[in-house]
């Protein structure tokens, strides 16, 4: 280990020895790869930030059954939807009790004003919180949520209604993503003078409570004694961040973590063998590409991007960088979700023929910036390598390539800007099995600036998505996002990278721990003999 990586390990050893209590029964230790942006999921569209508030710390009226795609009751025990599909009616769930902490202590159980400052915080301007910390509700914007919600009705304590301005077909499985976790009304009110602590201590009723978090350090997290469903079989909740995928593996074959996520591929054989860890494997609900800044010249020509991504070996990037553990993506979702249009043709790797194509679009001497991810995600567990190849295949074809890269948190939030230059390495887990949250999350024209990381905004793309979330006919819907693939191709907005398998190493004193489909860490089931 080098001497950087032994401070890096030492140290987190050192902040975990300050959070850590006798008191408690059961440790669960996860090594996390980075620190969350924030603690208010709506916030950001990161895994990291999510794994660290709403999967863990706050609940949604309706939720995935763990380990599946299965939509569940959650702070809604139960609701209804009109016939014209544009009411959703929620029977709130009695006696839910909000964390009490050292920072707040509620005075009320969770009910359905809760549920309306959650969705007014991100909808309206007004709202005394929505410009805080920066007031950018990707998801919320890009699922046209501002448009949809007509309005909230408070029916009584215990019912909230949703009216639509028209039928959305994804919206209950909508409602189950991370940026629809609930929020007490009551603490952000108690907080008026001191907006910024909402965000950065959260309150939530899941089932685990907020404790102290040192930045890149640690996180620490306790039970919920009146949680709900019941208290999680854990006491203490740490999770140990540790951005090097490396020293996470060392963490765990020491026994110093129980969880670790994204390891490197080259690490998974060497894994297997252990007696002392299990890998878990599933293939991932993702995608891996590169974006263009499809409102900056020259690649605003959509022929500049088809050849551009005519120039790229993937075949190469997934033999280097996946290893084993991904295969080629032609299309913007991946070939298990329903729709995907398998009749798609790729594009073919062929250097001399993209060469010839920048020359009859007038591309010369063309230099351009790759924006290469400072941490391993599902879909990408080596950015860095990734945009090197990339940048060598470039080269080759008279395109000169800086590879640039900023912190987790600055990374997503410089790559949204409209005027970034060139093309950045990204990807996307889904968040509820409907095609729409790839489609119309990542590419329409309400993501632009957000979770549109191309900036690619086209009115066909547009109309024929709303078509397909209008319509609750699952064929009609296929027919509709199967043609909104070959658009999608045609415009090459991103060159599709890969897909990849999902690994996840755990010590074998783990119990019950499953891997989420959509790419998260759930804590609560899990125990430790």
């Known amino acids: 280990m080098s001497l950087n990586k032994t401070l890096m390990a030492g140290a987190a050893i050192a902040a975990l020895a300050l959070f850590s209590s006798p008191t408690f029964a059961k440790t669960l230790v996860y090594c996390s790869e980075g620190s969350p942006e924030s603690f208010t999921p709506s916030l950001h569209t990161s895994g990291t930030t999510f794994d660290a508030s709403s999967r863990n710390v706050y609940n949604r009226l309706v939720e995935f059954k763990r380990g599946s795609t299965e939509i569940v009751p959650g702070l809604a025990e139960r609701w209804e939807i009109s016939e014209d599909g544009k009411e959703y009616t929620f029977f709130l769930r009695k006696g839910v009790k909000f964390h009490s ?197 020259p690649f605003d020509n959509p022929k500049v991007r088809k050849a551009l991504n005519a120039a790229i070996n993937k075949q190469a990037i997934v033999d280097a960088v996946f290893q084993s553990a991904g295969k080629l993506a032609k299309n913007p979702i991946p070939p298990t979700m329903w729709s995907y249009n398998k009749a798609v043709v790729d594009d073919v790797y062929d250097p001399e023929a993209a060469k010839a194509a920048l020359a009859a679009e007038g591309v010369t001497d063309l230099k351009m910036k790759v924006w290469a991810m400072p941490v391993q995600r599902p879909y990408n567990p080596n950015a860095r390598r990734m945009a090197e190849i990339v940048q060598a295949d470039f080269a080759k074809v008279g395109v000169e390539v800086e590879i640039v890269s900023y912190e987790w948190g600055e990374y997503l939030k410089r790559s949204s800007d409209v005027k970034r230059d060139g093309a950045v390495l990204l990807g996307w887990t889904g968040d509820n099995g409907d095609p729409d949250n790839f489609l119309g999350v990542l590419l329409t024209c309400d993501g632009v600036g957000g979770s549109n990381r191309s900036n690619w905004c086209n009115a066909e793309f547009d109309e024929i998505i709303l078509k397909a979330k209008m319509t609750s006919d699952v064929a009609e819907r296929t027919k509709l996002y199967e043609q909104a693939q070959v658009l999608f191709k045609e415009q090459a907005p991103w060159a599709t990278i890969a897909h990849s398998l999902v690994n996840e190493p755990v010590s074998v004193k783990v119990e019950n721990y499953k891997i989420d489909p959509f790419g998260g860490h759930y804590f609560y089931g899990v125990d430790i003999k």
């Open 101 to 297: 902490t050292s920072f707040f202590k509620p005075t009320r159980d969770f009910n359905a004003d809760d549920v309306i400052f959650t969705f007014d915080r991100q909808g309206n301007p007004e709202n005394p919180y929505h410009m805080v910390s920066g007031g950018t509700y990707e998801y919320f914007n890009s699922m046209q949520m501002p448009s949809l919600i007509e309005k909230m009705e408070k029916v009584d304590d215990y019912t909230v209604k949703f009216v639509l301005s028209r039928p959305e077909a994804p919206m209950i499985a909508n409602l189950a993503m991370d940026f629809a976790s609930i929020h007490s009304a009551e603490y952000a009110d108690s907080l008026l003078d001191n907006k910024n602590q909402f965000d950065q201590k959260p309150v939530g009723t899941g089932p685990f409570q907020f404790v102290g978090y040192q930045k890149d350090a640690i996180i620490r997290y306790s039970a919920h004694p009146d949680y709900w469903a019941g208290k999680a079989a854990i006491d203490t909740l740490v999770f140990a961040i540790t951005p090097d995928a490396s020293v996470r593996y060392q963490k765990l074959a020491a026994g110093e973590c129980h969880i670790m996520p994204y390891p490197n591929p080259a690490d998974v054989a060497a894994m297997k063998s252990d007696p002392n860890i299990t890998v878990m494997q599933q293939e991932g609900l993702n995608i891996g590409y590169l974006a263009y800044n499809t409102q900056m010249p």
